[in-house]
């Protein structure tokens, strides 16, 4: 009989195909996101799941999945894993890292870039039907070329957005919770490892790219915003409740700082309404990873931890993502 796994959201189908061949598949292809006790009553007889960060794998959750021994997550974000209770439950934990770094260390840049120039303001202006002449002051933005990059959290994403930095002439300045070793931080544009207050008192333009726990939660806050020089920009494309919304609103409000490029949000997707008001943010809906290959490779990785994990062989004897090595050996495949 083949293991059972359900398949959280909808993917493309060819990764449902492939699943198919060797897992009984309970897919949702229609989307529709499950509440926790629609998620307890699908996981009541899986092996596996395949989840992203809108599906949360709680104590409770792990605790009534009796069958359950391996949760992929589609990300490379877990916070939506309670990783200690998955371990205690024997449950393997997986995520997606690697496959997504170039292209969220672009769509950083993407974000930065539009922020600083206000390339989505300008946008919505011209479509309201203002633009009646050239101006020598229209949308006047901060410069990106020769400035200092700020990266908070200084993982593999953090460099590949440092090292991008290079063709703009930039100095970067980082704060991670170890410092790099000398040839990494070479690579990553030289970036000179610093305090978090020394960051943002130098930096021009902020990136967060640092994962969402207890101990990052709310690192940018009213503190954290006094520091920022009035014309910086903040980007944050790595979790919501790593910045404090509302104080970001009240500073964006108040000028400051110039402006935030933001793709996650607190609650996210129910964004505070008060950023829908400001002119001197861009919005993005939780896209940094989404090129047509990186979703798909994002994908195909979870199902290869996903094999590996309920049907391992000679060559796949663990999943290459997996969180919670701890877990190995206390596993009982049926
Ligand atoms: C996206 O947010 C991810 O964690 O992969």
Redesign the pocket.
């Known amino acids: 009989m083949k293991p059972k796994i359900l398949m959280a959201r909808a993917v493309f189908p060819d990764v449902i195909a492939r699943l198919q061949q060797d897992f009984e598949v309970e897919s949702n292809q229609e989307d529709r996101i499950f509440s926790a006790a629609e998620l307890a009553e699908k996981l009541r007889d899986k092996d596996g799941v395949i989840a992203t960060?809108s599906e949360r794998i709680s104590a409770e959750l792990l605790q009534a999945s009796p069958r359950l021994k391996a949760v992929c997550n589609q990300?490379?974000?877990y916070n939506n894993i309670d990783v200690a209770a998955a371990t205690k439950a024997g449950v393997m934990v997986t995520n997606?890292p690697d496959v997504?770094n170039e292209t969220t260390a672009d769509f950083g840049w993407a974000l930065l870039m539009a922020t600083a120039r206000r390339v989505t303001e300008a946008e919505h202006w011209l479509r309201a039907g203002h633009w009646k002449q050239w101006r020598y002051d229209s949308f006047l933005g901060a410069d990106v070329h020769g400035a200092t990059l700020g990266v908070i959290g200084m993982g593999r994403i953090g460099q590949a957005i440092a090292r991008r930095s290079t063709g703009f002439d930039m100095q970067v300045v980082y704060h991670n919770r170890s410092r790099l070793a000398p040839e990494q931080e070479a690579r990553a544009n030289n970036a000179r490892y610093v305090s978090k207050e020394e960051l943002l008192a130098t930096a021009d333009h902020v990136i967060l790219v640092l994962p969402y726990s207890k101990e990052s939660h709310h690192t940018i806050g009213p503190a954290e915003l006094a520091l920022m020089k009035p014309g910086a920009t903040l980007v944050n494309l790595a979790?919501g409740g790593i910045v404090d919304d509302l104080a970001l609103i009240a500073a964006l409000r108040d000028k400051k700082i110039a402006a935030a490029g933001l793709d996650?949000f607190e609650n996210e997707p129910a964004l505070h309404p008060d950023f829908l008001e400001l002119s001197n943010v861009v919005l993005t809906p939780?896209i940094?990873?989404a090129s047509e290959p990186t979703r798909r490779a994002?994908a195909n990785c979870a199902a290869d931890n996903l094999l590996a994990a309920l049907l391992p062989t000679a060559e796949r004897k663990w999943p290459p993502n997996l969180l919670n090595p701890e877990v190995l050996g206390r596993v009982t495949l049926s």
């Open positions: 960060a990300a490379v974000g997606t997504l979790r996650v939780h940094a990873s994002m």
